[in-house]
């Protein structure tokens, strides 16, 4: 496929619509700009951005203007949207699964009478790569008394990036009754820019935004699962017109939130949203010294958004390929083996990443085993993991070339795999973990069993009932043992668990258990017998279960634990 560098191929683009390439598309190193809102004769040296658009590969190119908004994408294809002429309703791109999208300058004035959804100025949805913006500039048309929305995002697609740089949103707001109380259940509910479904990456740089309601609304979890992992904002200055809601709304999804050179004015309105979030420190009240960051339509300007843009150029250059394993990362424990489901592999990716290899190591990196080849670089991917116990276990997403330039990352830490043991084994499953003892004894009862936990300090119950009893919970089980998370083994004694002497318990290590059960009384002791040493009673006339229900017999036993395979019984004998 063809590659466009971005520069390159927008001057040729702009030479066509201007008409020659005797101009350049470049400010000179410092510019004057005239009185222009809070900018006046500011003499403002060139300034980069600090985010590049990615290179693109055979970009379709999509023109808009007038009323002529709506953009489709086609999936895992590039776009370049270009401005012909001022938009006078609000820009719609569906990317329809589209890789990267590109949009380099242009104006859109909202007309009166949109209502509902038709007042969004930008609404920016179904991504996979990086949606880059620059230089556009939207706002109200003078006889918009109905209100705009800013900008909305949803892009449920795990790994995705949204640049947003050198842009101003004005006139942000409803209209005079819906004004009169935002927070009203039901009311327009207006923001510069609000994301309700990721990105995962999050990045401003030069923002100038005007609003009489919130200024960012971020909910990257209302819709989907793609939680924003890094939020970057720069250079970005708020003007508030209303004390209603906050600068920044941060309702849970965003990972890592970080404000630099973050003005709001005028002072005193409140910042953001969880008000003790560390991260509004970051935020000035006022305006920044130069005037704001962003104006709008001037001619020949750097900071400068509308049909006249020009870039100032970049100071990082196209992203470079990179993974990122979200899951499995480290400190995981994951059930394999029969009756176990599959473990989905997630992971995030910039830059120009094709399809990869998902690698299994079980000795924490010396080796790996490749589980999925050649899968496409979609975020996600079903594995079956070996059945085994293992404890130095680690993923790894990369290119299948395996070159380190083209990209990968694996598990931070490792992760245990826990395949089932020989005999029965503990499941989360109250129901699950429920096996019949066949036909039921009655009166007194020894039990004789050996017990051998995968973990250590895990929760899991070795509960004891009555033939005819349904499992729906603990409170089934009239006499349990435990392998409790302090790491020692206890027996439940009426209300509470208890022991007699503390017995530790090791991972892999097997455990000799003995139990006499007094059905008619109700009580019962235990006995423990670690390998190589005598056996120590560590229950005398325990008390069944406070409420729970009668039994005549014992047959059933259930394993529970926090996950499949925790630890398993084998050679249990009744007597």
Same mark, same amino acid.
């Given at each position: 496929?063809?590659?466009?560098?971005? +520069? +390159?191929?927008?001057?040729?683009?702009?030479?066509?619509? +201007?008409?020659?390439?005797?101009? $350049?598309?470049?400010?000179?190193?410092?510019?004057?700009?005239?009185?222009?809102?809070?900018?006046?004769?500011?003499?403002?040296?060139?300034?980069?951005?600090?985010?590049?658009?990615?290179?693109?590969?055979?970009?379709?190119?999509?023109?808009?203007?007038?009323?002529?908004?709506?953009?489709?994408g086609t999936p895992d294809r590039d776009m370049i949207v270009v401005f012909d002429s001022k938009l006078t309703e609000g820009l719609d791109i569906n990317g329809n699964g589209a890789r990267h999208i590109f949009i380099k300058g242009g104006e859109i004035e909202m007309a009166s009478g949109n209502v509902g959804n038709s007042r969004r100025s930008l609404y920016l949805k179904n991504w996979k790569g990086v949606l880059h913006i620059e230089g556009v500039w939207a706002h109200a048309a003078p006889d918009n008394v109905g209100g705009m929305e800013g900008?909305?995002?949803?892009?449920? /697609?795990?790994?995705?990036?949204?640049?947003?740089?050198?842009?101003?949103?004005?006139?942000?707001?409803?209209?005079?009754?819906?004004?009169?109380?935002?927070?009203?259940?039901?009311?327009?509910?207006?923001?510069?820019?609000?994301?309700?479904?990721?990105?995962?990456?999050?990045?401003?740089?030069?923002?100038t935004g005007e609003t009489d309601y919130q200024g960012f609304m971020m909910q990257p979890l209302q819709f989907g699962d793609n939680k924003t992992e890094i939020a970057d904002f720069r250079h970005v200055n708020v003007l508030r017109t209303s004390t209603q809601g906050y600068t920044i709304y941060r309702a849970g999804g965003t990972t890592s939130l970080t404000l630099s050179d973050f003005w709001v004015s005028p002072a005193g309105h409140r910042k953001g949203y969880p008000e003790s979030d560390v991260a509004w420190f970051s935020m000035v009240y006022?305006?920044?010294?130069?005037?704001?960051?962003?104006?709008?339509?001037?001619?020949?300007?750097?900071?400068?958004?509308? *049909?006249?843009?020009?870039?100032?150029?970049?100071?990082?250059?196209?992203?470079?390929?990179?993974?990122?394993?979200?899951?499995?990362?480290?400190?995981?424990?994951?059930?394999?083996?029969?009756?176990?489901?599959?473990?989905?592999?997630?992971?995030?990716?910039?830059?120009?990443?094709?399809?990869?290899?998902?690698?299994?190591?079980?000795?924490?990196?010396?080796?790996?085993?490749?589980?999925?080849?050649?899968?496409?670089?979609?975020?996600?991917?079903?594995?079956?993991?070996?059945?085994? +116990?293992?404890?130095?276990?680690?993923?790894?997403?990369?290119?299948?070339?395996?070159?380190?330039?083209?990209?990968?990352?694996?598990?931070?830490?490792?992760?245990?795999?826990?395949?089932?043991?020989?005999?029965? /084994?503990?499941?989360?499953?109250?129901?699950?973990?429920?096996?019949?003892?066949?036909?039921?004894?009655?009166?007194? &009862?020894?039990?004789?069993?050996?017990?051998?936990?995968?973990?250590?300090?895990? $929760?899991?119950?070795?509960?004891?009932?009555?033939?005819?009893?349904?499992?729906?919970?603990?409170?089934?089980?009239? *006499?349990?043992?435990?392998?409790?998370?302090?790491?020692?083994? $206890?027996?439940?004694?009426?209300?509470?668990?208890?022991?007699?002497?503390?017995?530790?318990?090791?991972?892999?290590?097997?455990?000799? &258990?003995? *139990?006499?059960?007094?059905?008619?009384?109700?009580?019962?002791?235990?006995?423990?017998?670690?390998?190589?040493?005598?056996?120590?009673?560590?229950?005398?006339?325990?008390?069944?279960?406070?409420?729970?229900?009668?039994?005549?017999?014992?047959?059933?036993?259930?394993?529970?634990?926090?996950?499949?395979?925790?630890?398993?019984?084998?050679?249990?004998?009744?007597?």
């Amino acid at each position: 496929m063809q590659k466009i560098n971005i +520069l +390159l191929s927008f001057a040729l683009t702009a030479c066509l619509f +201007l008409g020659g390439c005797g101009k $350049d598309l470049l400010a000179p190193e410092g510019i004057k700009l005239e009185e222009s809102g809070n900018v006046q004769n500011l003499e403002r040296e060139r300034i980069k951005l600090h985010w590049a658009p990615p290179e693109l590969e055979d970009p379709i190119v999509v023109h808009v203007g007038g009323t002529n908004n709506v953009v489709n994408g086609t999936p895992d294809r590039d776009m370049i949207v270009v401005f012909d002429s001022k938009l006078t309703e609000g820009l719609d791109i569906n990317g329809n699964g589209a890789r990267h999208i590109f949009i380099k300058g242009g104006e859109i004035e909202m007309a009166s009478g949109n209502v509902g959804n038709s007042r969004r100025s930008l609404y920016l949805k179904n991504w996979k790569g990086v949606l880059h913006i620059e230089g556009v500039w939207a706002h109200a048309a003078p006889d918009n008394v109905g209100g705009m929305e800013g900008i909305n995002l949803d892009s449920r /697609n795990i790994g995705c990036t949204f640049q947003f740089q050198n842009c101003r949103i004005d006139d942000v707001g409803g209209n005079a009754a819906e004004a009169a109380n935002y927070t009203a259940p039901g009311t327009f509910h207006p923001d510069i820019i609000q994301n309700w479904g990721g990105p995962t990456y999050f990045y401003v740089d030069y923002l100038t935004g005007e609003t009489d309601y919130q200024g960012f609304m971020m909910q990257p979890l209302q819709f989907g699962d793609n939680k924003t992992e890094i939020a970057d904002f720069r250079h970005v200055n708020v003007l508030r017109t209303s004390t209603q809601g906050y600068t920044i709304y941060r309702a849970g999804g965003t990972t890592s939130l970080t404000l630099s050179d973050f003005w709001v004015s005028p002072a005193g309105h409140r910042k953001g949203y969880p008000e003790s979030d560390v991260a509004w420190f970051s935020m000035v009240y006022g305006i920044p010294a130069e005037g704001d960051y962003v104006v709008a339509n001037e001619i020949g300007g750097i900071s400068v958004a509308g *049909m006249n843009y020009r870039s100032p150029g970049y100071e990082r250059g196209a992203p470079k390929p990179s993974i990122t394993v979200i899951y499995p990362n480290g400190g995981q424990t994951l059930a394999a083996g029969e009756g176990s489901s599959p473990t989905t592999v997630t992971w995030s990716s910039t830059g120009k990443v094709g399809n990869v290899n998902i690698d299994l190591t079980t000795d924490n990196g010396a080796t790996w085993t490749t589980l999925v080849s050649n899968t496409e670089n979609d975020g996600s991917e079903a594995v079956i993991l070996p059945a085994i +116990l293992n404890m130095q276990a680690k993923i790894r997403v990369m290119e299948p070339k395996g070159l380190p330039q083209d990209g990968y990352d694996e598990s931070n830490t490792s992760f245990i795999i826990l395949a089932p043991q020989p005999g029965w /084994n503990s499941k989360a499953s109250f129901t699950a973990g429920v096996y019949s003892l066949g036909r039921g004894a009655n009166g007194i &009862v020894t039990i004789n069993y050996d017990v051998t936990p995968a973990l250590n300090s895990i $929760d899991g119950l070795m509960g004891f009932t009555g033939t005819p009893i349904t499992v729906t919970g603990f409170g089934s089980y009239p *006499m349990a043992v435990r392998l409790a998370p302090n790491g020692f083994f $206890d027996v439940r004694n009426g209300g509470d668990y208890a022991k007699l002497i503390s017995i530790p318990y090791i991972a892999d290590t097997k455990y000799h &258990v003995r *139990m006499i059960a007094d059905l008619p009384n109700r009580k019962y002791s235990v006995w423990v017998t670690p390998p190589g040493e005598p056996e120590v009673q560590i229950a005398l006339d325990f008390a069944f279960r406070t409420s729970s229900a009668i039994i005549s017999d014992i047959g059933k036993v259930g394993l529970k634990s926090n996950g499949d395979n925790h630890f398993a019984i084998i050679d249990l004998i009744r007597n």
